[in-house]
């Protein structure tokens, strides 16, 4: 409604706070590629000037990564503001031709687990013939170039089961989310996911009918497509009788934590929705919550935790993922410079954005490599392609995990759990 963004838009004082923490300001120095600047539009359009091209690209460059959101002395929800913008523009605006057939090719497969499933064995074919060393050598159109490069290696996905019992007395019983690009291209993460809730004494409840979240969805417009997906998540997860949904994505925890506010005018689904997003947790949030039962065992590695920005910027943890992994014996645990810069990733900026996004990427894989850590650790999919990336770029490859993989490796099968 045009008062309720009003009111969104009114909460800006234009104090600039939000200018050093932009990453596109950082890029360019350009006032409307900054969060102020983008609210001044976001004014003028509300006012009665057209989304012309120019505009728009304003609004495509933003990142959508949250970081005015926490750098802004007045509350400004620029994530509801930046959202309800985007939705506009896929109603109101006419991209190019090109721009919408890579816009579909991207949501028809991302947010679709059984089509990247039947894509897996010609990707991993792909890499097996060595299509990765002859795409460096083409020179492919940007967007493509940036899908080939986010491709990670693939191995056999490792299988979760619908239901998993709990180690010695249950102390919660939780669903997860499988994910899309997680469950296909980063099923170990889930498994290890799954392999610690139950160390620590959780029944895990892992439906297999689950579907996309709409996360991808939500943070670039397409506002219907994620309804629909959030309403088949709500519905799937409440006949399941569990305490709480734990993720282990970054971006989907943040858009299934505004379930409330997305589906607030769906009838029917409004109070359903905001029941559902109250149960929702992060899994470290969660964990750390809990308190450790399960013995840990020595990881000896140096670990340089990234903060992928819907978890840190839109739901403000930090401190719990810090907190597992500080917990592990052994581990060294080093900050990065620039922490509240995102890595370029922002869903699927990296491919509708290449150019910024590998400025944005190549400045994070410097200040990873500074820490002189082993291992880079950081809680979303996206992020984990886009600085893998990065790094092999710069010559500096290392390995990267989820932080619930080291976890994982802490807490060894053969553990007598305590009770």
């Not at 409307?32 to 609210?39: E, N, Q």
């Not at 939780?174 to 959780?202: I, K, P």
């Not at 734990?246 to 989907?252: E, P």
């Not at 291992?375 to 392609?385: F, H, Q």
């Amino acid at each position: 409604m045009a008062s309720e963004f009003k009111e969104l838009l009114d909460d800006c004082v234009h104090c600039g706070f939000c200018l050093p923490t932009c990453p596109t300001y950082l890029l360019w120095g350009e006032e409307m590629d900054s969060p102020r600047g983008r609210i001044y539009l976001m004014e003028k359009e509300l006012e009665g000037e057209p989304l012309d091209d120019t505009m728009v690209r304003h609004f495509d460059q933003c990142l959508g990564c949250m970081a005015c959101v926490t750098a802004c002395p007045s509350g400004v929800q620029y994530d509801r503001l930046i959202e309800a913008t985007r939705s506009k523009v896929e109603q109101r605006h006419r991209r190019t031709l090109r721009d919408r057939a890579l816009r579909a090719l991207i949501f028809r497969t991302f947010p679709y687990p059984k089509r990247l499933r039947a894509l897996r064995p010609l990707f991993r074919a792909y890499q097996a013939s060595g299509g990765p060393r002859l795409a460096a050598r083409v020179r492919l159109p940007a967007s493509l170039a940036a899908m080939e490069r986010m491709l990670p290696p693939l191995t056999d996905p490792v299988a979760v089961a619908e239901v998993t019992p709990a180690k010695g007395d249950r102390r919660a019983r939780v669903g997860v989310l499988l994910g899309c690009v997680q469950r296909e291209f980063f099923s170990d993460v889930n498994a290890a996911t799954v392999r610690v809730l139950a160390a620590e004494g959780c029944e895990v409840v892992a439906p297999s009918v689950q579907g996309c979240c709409g996360a991808l969805s939500l943070h670039i417009g397409r506002e219907v497509e994620a309804i629909g997906f959030a309403k088949h998540l709500i519905a799937t997860f409440e006949r399941l009788d569990v305490e709480h949904v734990v993720v282990n994505a970054a971006g989907c925890g943040s858009a299934m934590k505004g379930y409330g506010w997305l589906l607030r005018d769906e009838k029917g689904w409004a109070d359903r929705a905001a029941a559902f997003a109250a149960k929702v947790v992060d899994v470290s949030e969660f964990l750390v919550a809990l308190g450790p039962r399960a013995t840990r065992h020595p990881v000896p590695v140096t670990a340089a935790y990234h903060d992928a920005c819907h978890l840190g910027h839109a739901q403000g943890i930090r401190a719990q993922p810090r907190a597992l992994l500080a917990g592990i014996p052994g581990l060294d645990l080093r900050e990065i410079a620039e922490a509240e810069i995102c890595c370029g990733s922002a869903g699927v900026y990296n491919m509708l954005q290449p150019e910024p996004a590998l400025a944005l990427g190549d400045r994070k894989a410097a200040n990873v490599a500074a820490t002189g850590a082993e291992v880079l650790v950081t809680a979303n999919p996206g992020c984990l392609m886009q600085i893998r990336n990065a790094l092999d770029r710069a010559g500096t490859p290392m390995r990267l995990a989820h932080p619930i993989e080291l976890l994982a490796e802490s807490i060894l099968e053969q553990d007598n759990v305590t009770t």
